[in-house]
């Protein structure tokens, strides 16, 4: 059985039924690349890839087919094959996509590597998801240092931190012919493997299946409506969650055009590309809108059909910048990597309603969401904060089944019977069913929508010679939403000045990731603990408060 290669937009614009949406995906004869390139119209525009001089080139499914055919011969002979775990280390471009879907082709697992990464992050990926081939780009050739993973280089050539044995993309590509078909692996195969971060112990590895696509689906078009005449933009790294599933695969799966930004992020940029491009359908972070906010002297006349944010609480003033500056409000939008978006404010006029100052908005069709109390599975009453929570029974979208090779961590997030899923995140219900988000309820931070688990940037100070221990927490900005700051007790002699601060910060950009530095270090004598040792991060940021 093959999959169904019909188009998948009923000609009225009513958005497919979560019952429609899984005939179509979690079928027999599921397969990742039949479905994201191969059923839509060849001479369709799938990608504009964008520079920072605003050129563009434009990919067609058709071109992404033969493309993708040929990458996935030379992943083949390189001893890929279904279900091994492909790493990319690689910016938005149109190597990644080609990349991506060669990946898919062969019923492999595509497992992405945030280009901020520092080496020791990308080597507990690689080792933790078993990568069997690694693509970077030239310029991040250098992060990867000792590791016995094959690396193939997107431009060789002028790579720098080339070493021997590597192995050029163009090159291994270009010596193959296309026509490779697209392997048909069932609804339940991987097709992504991510790793999100908690309070304690390393990432969690997230396997997602071919089937998720459905949910995928249904936000592109239900919640983002994303239609065919849009000019879409969603400016979020594909190396995320949030940048990965909608603004490649989603796209991809509705055979949407989609808009990648291949230049480093500035607000004038974004306003720019907005500008020339003619975007009329965007999806960022808030981190993002603020940012442009603040370049109030420069905003060009740009008017927009639809915008959306995710990955942090939405504020007032925001929305209310952008219906000034775009003649339309911000819709808050919020989901999980291990599920994708599932609370929303939809922007599909069959599902649209005025937007409620503060709520994150309504399940959508297909989950089953509420608030529970905060001692029991009972449902909370209406206006008190809970815990957020997916009855699994009620929702047919839901893909996500457990963490890689984690069944302690995946034990946590499910109820012993097995009905609710816990997100870790706190808020209230009001009469109608709307949800208001308050605050995670463990110690995970949201900076410009990236989630950062303190145990990852505490664990990299751990190894700093001069750290005895650590603890770092989550303080409000008015960009980022939040910034990180650590608490640091220092081993007895040194002591803890300004230069000791810069070199910590500077120690975790190279050991970690260049965008999860603490902004500001406090030296401390001692750290706030439990009585069985786990330290007490909220006292930390109740102290910061009244600073």
């Avoid at 240092?145 to 997107?154: D, G, I, K, L």
């Avoid at 989950?367 to 809970?386: K, Q, R």
């Amino acid at each position: 059985m093959s999959a169904d290669t019909t188009e998948t937009t009923p000609p009225t614009g009513t958005p497919l039924s979560p019952d429609e949406l899984l005939a179509i995906y979690d079928v027999p004869g599921a397969s990742a690349a039949e479905f994201l390139c191969d059923r839509h119209d060849p001479d369709a525009v799938a990608f504009t890839v964008i520079d920072a001089d605003l050129s563009g080139r434009d990919i067609t499914y058709g071109e992404l087919k033969v493309g993708s055919e040929k990458v996935a011969a030379a992943l083949a002979a390189l001893g890929v094959g279904e279900g091994d775990r492909v790493a990319t280390l690689m910016a938005k471009s149109a190597d990644l996509v080609f990349t991506l879907m060669g990946i898919w082709r062969l019923g492999a697992v595509h497992m992405p590597l945030f280009t901020a990464f520092a080496w020791p992050a990308i080597e507990m990926r690689i080792t933790g998801g078993d990568a069997r081939v690694i693509v970077s780009d030239a310029d991040q050739r250098g992060k990867l240092e000792s590791t016995s993973v094959p690396v193939v280089v997107a431009g060789l050539a002028d790579c720098p931190g080339a070493r021997e044995g590597d192995l050029d993309l163009d090159t291994i590509v270009g010596d193959q012919e296309p026509g490779r078909g697209a392997a048909v692996t069932g609804p339940d195969a991987g097709m992504v493997m991510l790793f999100t971060s908690g309070t304690t112990g390393t990432p969690k590895g997230v396997v997602v299946p071919v089937r998720a696509l459905a949910a995928f689906h249904q936000y592109i078009e239900t919640g983002l409506d994303v239609r065919a005449d849009d000019v879409f933009w969603n400016g979020a790294d594909p190396g995320w969650a949030y940048g990965l599933y909608y603004g490649i695969l989603g796209p991809l799966a509705v055979g949407r055009r989609s808009l990648l930004l291949h230049a480093r992020y500035t607000p004038e940029l974004a306003f720019a590309v907005l500008q020339y491009y003619g975007v009329t359908n965007f999806a960022a972070a808030p981190t993002v809108y603020r940012t442009m906010r603040a370049k109030r002297d420069i905003a060009p006349d740009v008017r927009l059909r639809r915008a959306s944010a995710a990955g942090e609480p939405l504020t007032p003033e925001v929305i209310e910048w952008s219906i000034e500056q775009f003649g339309v409000e911000v819709r808050d939008q919020y989901g999980q990597t291990e599920h994708g978006m599932f609370i929303i404010n939809p922007w599909h006029d069959s599902l649209r309603e005025d937007v409620r100052p503060g709520s994150m908005g309504v399940p959508l069709p297909g989950w089953g969401c509420t608030v529970l109390a905060a001692d029991s599975d009972e449902t909370a009453p209406v206006g008190e904060l809970g815990r957020v929570a997916i009855d699994v029974p009620a929702s047919p979208l839901m893909w996500f089944t457990g963490y890689h090779d984690a069944p302690e961590k995946t034990a946590e997030r499910f109820s012993a019977d097995g009905r609710w899923y816990y997100t870790g995140d706190a808020a209230k219900l009001d009469a109608d069913g709307h949800f208001y988000f308050s605050s995670r309820d463990d110690d995970v931070i949201i900076m410009s929508g990236y989630r950062i688990g303190p145990f990852d940037v505490e664990s990299v100070l751990a190894k700093h010679p001069d750290v005895l221990e650590s603890a770092i927490i989550g303080v409000p900005d008015e960009l980022a939403g939040e910034v990180l700051e650590a608490y640091v007790v220092l081993r007895e002699g040194v002591e803890g000045d300004d230069d000791k601060a810069e070199e910590l910060q500077k120690w975790v950009k190279t050991e970690f990731a260049a965008h999860a530095f603490p902004r500001k270090v406090h030296f401390a004598r001692e750290l706030p603990k439990t009585p069985s040792g786990k330290i007490q991060r909220f006292l930390l940021r109740k102290e910061r408060g009244a600073r």
